[in-house]
């Protein structure tokens, strides 16, 4: 298989509309992978085949740490993310050579055609282009074969490349045990070197180049496929991609810090507030502001289970859910909730309502707040809330087991809810409650397991529903 026709396949495997229809995830992509090495074995050097390459085992490892149990999803991910991470390091190196000899190459030229005047070096480009376009064309013809087309390389190119070796190492960083120290320093490395020196040269290029033309400049007609009225005026470029690639990747070393005892939880929070602060602060479009603001929700919610996992700091946690919770509230607002689909709202809702739901938890705590305590009614009043936006916008999606999820939590942030209201007195179980009764039983263990309620509020609720 060449690398079109296994390029085409991830595309495929990548597609939401297209990928359920085909069956499992991970068997699809496992069948790309061994496209894409055949692909590589043919012709190793070429750059497209190893960044794709490097894609799908990205793409790979995330579907099984989704879809397998924990230990074992780690053990089979974190080989095929090594290998990703080498791939993707070994094209940007080649395409950062590649193109420091194309600049000297145009020096040069520059400098061999600077006596001559502007219009003559734009005719005899011109001219080039029309033989080498001609040349390619009979060839072509000739041979009945496809014409491929290779995309220029710039530096937006290169920093995709950079985006994508970040991504991996991510990921990878959270797989690492804390005592292999030597691991952990090796990837750090590989990932500071490319936010310290390779991004921040090419983020220079693209700053210090000449605008492109308008389109009134560039000489000929104009074709598009899209009009003016259904165009975005924003869309994210691969340096806004680059920049929360590095923000994402800092605070992953953050968080590997801190779980090595190099940092407290409240030194890894600080981290975390002023790397996100930073970068939000050059935002402008709505589109950067969703991705922006999501990647720090979620990165405090990181931090929220770091608390309660190494420390047992309750203010902290407390403190990340309450920001994490402003944050996802904005996005579900005009103009940032224009830009999510129904299932990335149907997420969100789940994700705000699983917060409150544990902020509610935290409140019963011996060393919880006055203010803590007197929020519980609001908390477990806003969960059932946000559960049943849940479910709303997973309908809507399409999603009928997200639903079915969202309307048991649902269920459960009610029962608690009446548990509240009631103080001591006996809470009768509604109809509609025993009828979800198994999948209240299914909600109650996840939520358990997950910490967002605790041991003895479950069996209170699960008490309840089975009356």
Request: with cysteine.
């Amino acid at each position: 298989m060449n690398r079109q026709e296994a390029h085409l396949e991830y595309q495929t495997c990548e597609d939401e509309r297209v990928a359920p229809h085909l069956g499992d995830k991970v068997a699809l992509l496992q069948e790309t992978l061994a496209s894409h090495r055949a692909a590589l074995l043919l012709n190793r050097e070429n750059l497209d085949i190893q960044f794709n390459t490097g894609q799908v085992l990205s793409s790979l490892a995330e579907a099984l740490l989704e879809d397998e149990a924990e230990a074992e999803a780690r053990a089979t991910a974190r080989p095929l993310l090594e290998e990703a991470a080498d791939l993707f390091a070994s094209c940007l190196a080649a395409q950062q050579r590649e193109y420091e000899q194309m600049s000297m190459q145009w020096n040069n030229l520059q400098t061999e055609q600077g006596s001559l005047p502007l219009n003559e070096v734009g005719m005899q480009t011109e001219v080039e282009d029309e033989k080498n376009t001609d040349a390619a064309s009979e060839a072509s013809s000739a041979a009945g074969e496809w014409a491929t087309v290779e995309e220029a390389l710039t530096p937006e190119v290169i920093l995709e490349t950079c985006t994508a070796q970040l991504g991996a190492l991510t990921t990878l960083l959270g797989l690492y045990n804390p005592t292999e120290v030597s691991n952990l320093e090796k990837r750090v490395q590989e990932g500071l070197h490319t936010v310290n020196t390779s991004i921040s040269t090419l983020i220079s290029l693209i700053d210090n180049a000449p605008p492109p033309p308008t389109i009134d400049e560039m000489a000929g007609p104009t074709l598009t496929i899209s009009s003016s009225s259904t165009r975005k005026e924003h869309v994210l470029t691969p340096k806004d991609d680059a920049l929360l690639a590095t923000t994402i990747f800092q605070v992953a070393v953050a968080q590997a810090s801190h779980r090595n005892g190099n940092l407290t939880v409240s030194e890894y929070a600080s981290t975390v507030s002023t790397l996100f602060t930073t970068l939000i602060q050059g935002s402008q479009s709505p589109e950067q502001q969703v991705a922006q603001q999501s990647a720090y929700a979620d990165a405090l919610i990181d931090v929220a289970e770091e608390a309660s996992a190494t420390s047992s700091d309750a203010e902290t946690q407390w403190n990340a859910l309450s920001e994490a919770q402003k944050l996802l509230t904005q996005l579900v607002k005009p103009p940032y909730n224009a830009h999510l689909s129904p299932q990335r709202l149907a997420d969100i809702f789940d994700t705000r309502a699983d917060m409150d739901l544990t902020r509610f938890s935290l409140s019963f705590l011996d060393a919880a707040k006055p203010a803590w305590r007197s929020s519980r009614t609001v908390l477990v009043s806003n969960a059932g809330v946000f559960y049943r936006g849940a479910k709303s916008y997973a309908e809507r999606a399409g999603e009928g087991e997200q639903a079915k999820a969202a309307g048991a939590k649902a269920v459960v942030a009610e029962v608690l809810k009446q548990v509240l209201e009631n103080g001591d007195g006996a809470v009768a179980a509604k109809p509609e409650w025993k009828a979800q009764r198994a999948e209240v039983r299914q909600a109650l263990e996840h939520m358990v397991n997950e910490k967002i309620l605790g041991q003895r509020e479950g069996e209170e609720v699960l008490r309840i529903v089975s009356q």
